[in-house]
């Protein structure tokens, strides 16, 4: 594959290539607009050096119990379960995840432009921003499978066109997050330095890496370089508790050996001046359910209602 011209972080290549340091900044915005905004300077200062923040009890447990609600709905719903957009786990008919879940309820969709949410992202971005993604990761007790090492960034450059770092993912435990359950792991620092990864992404790859990922993963040289200079943290917390981390993040998780289930919910926000172009892995672009091309129109909070009655 020829490497475009515009192509930043050039990746899927031919043969390994060394990694560098990233070409954008990790908090965007400047003067007054970062000045103002709710996250304090030594919070940004932590998100500039680690590529993520922790808030424990972000959502109360009312609203908690209402997504997860949702969520046991979403189980029974037979139009639900056969979508494109629901993965289920390799070989099994357990649900992996649910893609597009902002679109399903008023509530989730509520969520996303929660104030609290968008004050935060437009401090980050430095600018409004619109939904690239957003799902709901299941690892059910006894049977939830892991999710290998990779910078979501990447991929959404790779396989959706995302020409600059320039997106962050937000991460609600509906359920309590333990050591033992398979949490969200993140090596810290890693956001700074950009990996190129090996091999040539075959067209509807998606099919195949959203139950696991093969293309898109650093080398072991890579992650062993990374991880021995950064080391790594799982934040845990209980359920309503928030992740924000940056795109360029390393991150993956273990399996879920524990009869305790794990929900996260994950809403990527894209700034609305880092607008997806063509693939630059030189395939056709991956629907719109990982993608979002079509509703990219910057998001408008929506202030005074309560998450836990919006139905």
């Given at each position: 594959?020829?490497?475009?011209?515009?192509?930043?972080?050039?990746?899927?290549?031919?043969?390994p290539?060394?990694?560098?340091?990233r070409r954008?900044?990790?908090?965007?915005?400047?003067?007054?607009?970062?000045?103002d905004?709710?996250?304090?300077?030594?919070e940004?200062?932590?998100?500039?050096?680690?590529?993520f923040?922790?808030?424990?009890?972000?959502l109360?447990?009312?609203?908690?119990?209402?997504?997860?609600?949702?969520l046991?709905?979403?189980?029974?719903?037979?139009?639900?379960?056969q979508?494109?957009?629901t993965?289920?786990?390799?070989g099994?008919?357990?649900?992996?995840s649910?893609?597009?879940?902002?679109?399903l309820s008023?509530?989730?969709d509520?969520?996303?432009?929660?104030?609290?949410?968008?004050?935060?992202?437009?401090?980050?971005l430095?600018?409004?921003?619109?939904?690239?993604?957003?799902?709901?990761?299941?690892?059910?007790?006894?049977?939830?499978?892991?999710?290998?090492?990779h910078?979501?960034?990447?991929?959404w450059?790779a396989?959706?066109?995302m020409?600059?770092?320039?997106?962050?993912?937000?991460?609600i435990?509906?359920?309590?997050?333990?050591?033992?359950n398979?949490?969200?792991?993140?090596?810290?620092?890693s956001?700074?330095t950009?990996?190129?990864?090996?091999?040539?992404?075959?067209?509807?790859?998606y099919?195949?890496?959203?139950?696991?990922?093969?293309?898109?993963?650093?080398s072991?040289?890579?992650l062993?370089?990374?991880?021995?200079?950064?080391g790594?943290?799982?934040?845990t917390?209980?359920?309503?508790?928030?992740?924000?981390f940056?795109?360029?993040?390393?991150?993956?998780?273990?399996?879920?050996?524990?009869?305790?289930?794990?929900?996260?919910?994950?809403f990527?926000?894209?700034?609305?001046?880092?607008a997806?172009?063509?693939?630059f892995c030189?395939?056709?672009?991956?629907p719109?359910?990982?993608?979002?091309?079509?509703?990219?129109?910057a998001?408008?909070?929506l202030?005074?209602?309560?998450?836990s009655k919006?139905?």
């Open positions: 594959m020829d490497t475009r011209s515009d192509d930043f972080y050039p990746t899927r290549l031919e043969r290539t060394s990694s560098y340091d954008d900044p990790v908090v965007h915005s400047t003067g007054a607009a970062r000045k905004g709710p996250l304090s300077e030594t940004l200062a932590r998100y500039e050096r680690d590529g923040l922790v808030f424990n009890s972000f109360d447990e009312t609203t908690v119990r209402r997504f997860r609600e949702d046991r709905a979403y189980e029974e719903d037979d139009g639900i379960l979508s494109e957009g993965i289920t786990e390799p099994k008919q357990e649900i992996r649910i893609f597009g879940i902002h679109e008023a509530r989730f509520r969520l996303t432009r929660d104030p609290r949410l968008l004050d935060m992202v437009q401090q980050l430095g600018s409004d921003a619109y939904i690239h993604q957003s799902r709901i990761n299941y690892k059910p007790g006894f049977h939830g499978k892991g999710f290998d090492w910078s979501d960034f990447e991929t450059h396989e959706d066109g020409p600059r770092m320039r997106a962050v993912s937000f991460s435990a509906l359920t309590d997050n333990t050591p033992f398979g949490p969200l792991m993140l090596v810290p620092g956001h700074k950009f990996v190129p990864c090996v091999g040539r992404t075959p067209e509807d790859n099919q195949s890496s959203l139950k696991k990922q093969e293309l898109g993963v650093p072991n040289r890579d062993d370089a990374l991880i021995s200079q950064n790594i943290k799982a934040p917390g209980p359920a309503g508790s928030l992740i924000i940056e795109c360029n993040t390393l991150h993956g998780s273990n399996a879920n050996m524990t009869p305790w289930p794990r929900s996260n919910l994950f990527v926000y894209n700034s609305v001046e880092n997806l172009e063509q693939p030189g395939n056709k672009p991956r719109d359910f990982l993608g979002n091309r079509n509703h990219t129109e998001l408008q909070p202030r005074d209602r309560d998450l919006v139905g």
